[in-house]
């Protein structure tokens, strides 16, 4: 697994915004990772994927590499995850708001306990594990807004970290 980070990412392509600009971020993390040569396509749902060229194994079987990409961006930063599993990232600038009435209403309710014991780091801990789940998941914020629990789950892992002071940022992947 791989994860890129670009500050000032809008300056690496000035010309490009939007989904262009996010392909074009995705494309130069690729080529970086030293996958110059694929093609990012996207689900009905706007989830970006690698269409792999199918190679044939010593015994003439078809096989598709398995390479899984997920992006995120918070202000300046732009966040690209590679690897060989089903994926999600998340990054977030934490940020002042109502940080109860939200997991009330988004979070299950051993989240929102964590929230109002331990703050805004855990609430920020916890919406960034949410956002990479339904990355993973491909459902967008369909999952998010159902509630579902990222604690203790038995299909996923979680790596969190702080990029830098109020940065927060989860990378899910499908446990092996």
């Known amino acids: ?45 706007g989830k970006p994927y690698v269409q792999c060229a199918e190679e044939q194994d010593q015994a003439g079987r078809t096989k598709r590499p398995n390479i899984y990409i997920s992006a995120s961006h918070s202000k300046n930063l732009f966040a690209c995850l590679i690897g060989d599993r089903p994926l999600g990232i998340d990054l977030q600038h934490g940020r002042k708001m109502d940080l109860a009435k939200i997991s009330a209403r988004y979070f299950a309710e051993e989240e929102a306990e964590l929230v109002r ?11 960034t594990r949410k956002e990479a789940y339904s990355k993973y998941t491909g459902n967008g914020l369909a999952d998010v807004m159902r509630g579902i629990s990222v604690l203790d789950r038995n299909d996923v892992e979680f790596l969190d970290f702080q990029w830098e002071k109020d940065v927060y940022c989860s990378c899910c992947v499908k446990k092996e």
């Open 117 to 127: 014991k331990l703050g805004a780091a855990a609430f920020f801990r916890l919406w």
């Open 1 to 45: 697994m791989e994860i890129r980070i670009y500050e000032d990412y809008r300056d690496m392509y000035p010309e490009s915004k939007g989904r262009e600009l996010t392909e074009r971020l995705l494309y130069h993390a690729l080529a970086e990772a030293g996958m110059p040569d694929l093609k990012i396509m996207r689900t009905e749902k």
